[in-house]
């Protein structure tokens, strides 16, 4: 069940941030933030740098291709300092770019990269923006929820090898 959340780290961010923090809930006990898409680079500076949130363990993403801004990506953090973990969260539509921040943590690096692949997000700034999983020309983005992936798998097979799928 999802609350707001209003504690002292929420606060901080607010009181830096602004109207770039959209909306900070608890949902089962997980602390999430979701910011302006366009401020997460920032953001995610000042919590590496003064929340002490020096470990990006994963970085993800879900799509939701019936909302306006269909992709949520979302970062998870940990601080050792504190032992605490938090989720941050950015919205962005069709062809909008998320700021990579492989610059605060290098772990992002691989992470975007697959979140590239799987969902066709850009992440801006992004030292080397290719595929890591797919072959270089596979077309589409598994991980779309309108992507049909026998279609395509039998495509590229029959492309590429010259030889009729087994889906």
């Known amino acids: 069940m999802q609350t707001p959340l209003n504690n002292e780290l929420v606060g901080r961010v ?6 770039a923090l959209v909306e900070a809930i608890e949902d089962r006990k997980q602390a999430i933030v979701i ?9 995610a500076q000042y919590l590496r ?3 002490k949130f020096d470990l990006l363990s994963d970085l993800t993403a879900v799509d939701w291709p019936k909302r306006e801004k269909r992709f949520e990506v979302v970062l998870n953090l940990y601080s ?5 973990r938090l989720r ?12 990579s921040v492989a610059g605060v943590w290098p772990t992002a690096n691989w ?7 799987m969902f066709g997000i ?20 598994p991980l779309r929820k309108d992507y049909d992936i026998i279609e395509q798998d039998t495509g590229w ?3 590429n090898l010259g030889i009729e799928s087994g889906q």
């Open 88 to 99: 941050v969260k950015v919205r962005a539509g069709e062809g909008e770019q998320v700021p």
């Open 49 to 51: 740098d003064e929340e």
């Open 35 to 43: 910011v302006e898409s366009g401020r997460l680079g920032e953001v």
């Open 157 to 159: 097979v029959r492309e």
């Open 80 to 84: 050792f300092a504190k032992n605490e």
């Open 122 to 141: 850009i992440f801006a700034g992004h030292p080397n923006l290719t595929r890591i999983l797919l072959p270089d020309q596979w077309q589409g983005y």
């Open 111 to 117: 992470l975007e990269r697959e979140a590239f692949d």
């Open 14 to 19: 607010r009181a830096k941030f602004g109207t």
